[in-house]
Nanobody
Framework: QVQLIESGGGLVQAGDSLRLSCAAS????????VGWFRQAPGKEREFVAA???????FYADSVKDRFTISRDNAENTVYLQMNSLKPEDTAGYYC?????????????????????WGQGTQVTVSS
């Protein structure tokens, strides 16, 4: 089992930055791929970014060049640095973990690929 707890959300203005954290406990975290997803009211959960166990990264086009995912395996924590925030980034942000290695890494953007989920942290960007 892996338990995930997100933090760092809040209310900011357009153009501001936030850093989300995903703290993990349980099984060996360094072996897991970790993804960030977001869900706005009335919309489906969508992929934001992912980090493989060996620090490969993958981003949604909508956040590329603005968001950066990183991980500190010693601290069992994955971060999502969000810069130049836009009102359309407003959503609940969720981290998720799964053992995705080799060709399985190609499934990183898929919600169904992940076995463990946190409860989310809200990000609201005002215009």
């Amino acid at each position: 089992q892996v338990q995930l707890i997100e933090s760092g959300g809040g209310l900011v203005q357009a153009g501001d930055s936030l850093r989300l954290s995903c703290a993990a406990s349980g099984r060996t975290f360094s072996s897991f791929a970790v993804g960030w997803f977001r869900q706005a009211p009335g919309k489906e959960r969508e992929f934001v970014a992912a980090s493989s166990w060996n620090r490969q990264t993958f981003y949604a086009d909508s956040v590329k060049d603005r968001f950066t995912i990183s991980r500190d395996n010693a601290e069992n924590t994955v971060y999502l640095q969000m810069n130049s925030l836009k009102p359309e980034d407003t959503a609940g942000y969720y981290c998720a973990a799964a053992l995705l290695a080799g060709v399985e890494w190609g499934k990183a953007p898929e919600v169904r690929a992940y076995d463990y989920w946190g409860q989310g942290t809200q990000v609201t960007v005002s215009s």
